[in-house]
């Protein structure tokens, strides 16, 4: 009778010969066969059990070793070069993205203004209700998918050490693929909404059917209306690469999209007599082939699938955070508009001087969301592969780079200011009003500029629902402020002029409401509570 022992001699020569595979495996693979009975040749089924076994006691192998260096690795925090380096690299040209479209703004700007002051006053008139019907989805889908992108990144980086995992790997794909379906879904709704609503909406906005402005304005809604989808893909690709990590695509396809509506506008605007119309297809049909380029670029680093229960779940979690982001920035523009109401309620003046201080004090989010996108990124990936060291590296880093920036804006507003109100009007009414503001544009600079990017931190963390209380919670008190104070700017013995104090007014609002959104988010991030709890 042959022995245990001489059957796995046997068996492991064969495993050997045949190319089992590692030692080890082999090893493993005759032991099972010399537990088989006498006589009997192991099956198909039997090699793929072991293998199997084999490979899973090899991954938690990994997992083991991985979890003991990312603890080690969390004893020794990331050298600050290095996040400075990642921080930057996302920053920078996120800066230059988001100043060329104001830039491309005013060379159609331009172009228009040389049809006459009609036909320019009716294209500003349908573009502010186009943009105030489509930012209230198109921003926060933006932020969404910025995160989400980043997030699956980051779980897919971490099963990239851990061992093979096709279903990982398709989730990055996933998230792409549903935040290109919902940008898609959105956009077809927005041209349908500004369709249909034509001459009634024009007419909120001043331009109804009797007025002069009503047919210009209703021939640039119109063209804006058909092109409505390529303005929110474009801006949904812009996420995607945000949350690659890859920021400096966009700003390529954002730059080639502006030279192209450059070229286009004189155009259609004056060769081909399309007016006001014209202006507005160069420019979206400028954002369409810019979303062509972007597409094909993605499809090159993830590939596209549109269909499956994990990119349906996706959708609707992409829709649940969306809207809740809506009703956030649905409450900041209540506030924002509450404050230039009661600013022209103070007279003209006032007015135009609000006007100006809040361009001004609004300019500088364009650096602070600079920031802001890089810390949402990178943060949203830390926290997905499971790195939280890494996370409070980059908001710690961030912080103090928004502060300095802060620092920096107020003082450049405060040695600049009279120059700043010269090149903005002449009238003495308006400088004077100014001069009682400006004091507040500037020393809120750094509370705006950590504010701003407190966002970008809160979205990276996926507190979307937190996002839309913190925002309501600072909304109603600077609200409040503001009625207030409109209430007291005309009681008996005040010693400020009734509509210097109602100004005041509005600017304390404006103050109470950034503290707020910094306090918000700032006090439980310190705390680690959620959605914070993972750093």
Known sequence: MQSSAYRTCVALTRAIKTGAGPLRHSIAIAESHSRLPRGRQPTAATWAAVHQRQRQQHRRRRLCRAEQAGSSAAEQPEPRENVDQQILSIALPTLATLAADPLAGLVSTWYVGMLGTGPLASAGVALSLFNSSTKLLNMPLLAVTTSSVAGALGAGQVHDELGPDSSQHAALSSAVSSALAIAVLVGVAQAALLGGLGAGGLAVWGAGPGSSLHADAAAYLGARALTAPATVLMLVLQGCFRGLGDTRTPFYATALANLLNVALEPLFIFVLGMGVRGAALAVGLSQAAACVVLLA?????????????????????????????????????????????????????????????????????????????????????????????????????????????????????????????????????????????????????????????????????????????????????????????????????????PADAQLLGVWAGLGILMLGRFATIYLPLQQRRHPFDKL
């Not at 309620?345 to 364009?366: D, M, N, P």
């Not at 920031?371 to 990124?377: G, P, R, S, W």
């Open 297 to 497: 670029m993605l499809q090159q680093r993830c590939p596209l699938r549109l269909v499956g229960g994990e990119s349906l779940s996706r959708t609707l979690g992409y829709l649940r955070s969306t809207g809740l982001l809506a009703l956030r920035t649905l409450a900041v523009m209540a506030v924002y508009s509450l404050a230039t109401s009661l600013a022209a309620r103070s007279g003209t003046a006032h007015a135009a001087a609000h006007q100006i201080a809040f361009q001004v004090w609004l300019a500088s989010s364009l650096l602070a969301d600079s920031l802001a996108v890089a810390a949402q990124t990178l943060l949203a990936r830390s926290l997905a592969a499971g790195q939280g060291q890494s996370g409070r590296a980059v908001v710690q880093r961030t912080m103090q780079l928004a502060l300095g920036l802060g620092l920096l804006l107020a003082g450049g507003l405060a040695l600049g200011r009279g120059s700043i109100a010269a090149a903005f009007s002449r009238d003495p009414a308006v400088l004077g009003t100014l001069g009682l503001v400006m004091p507040a544009v500037i020393l809120t600079q750094p509370l705006n500029s950590l504010a701003f990017l407190m966002d970008g931190v809160l979205y990276g963390a996926g507190g979307y629902r937190y996002a839309a209380l913190a925002m309501l919670a600072s909304c109603v008190p600077a609200a409040a402020a503001m009625l207030g104070a409109a209430q007291l700017a005309g009681s008996p013995g005040l010693a400020l002029d």
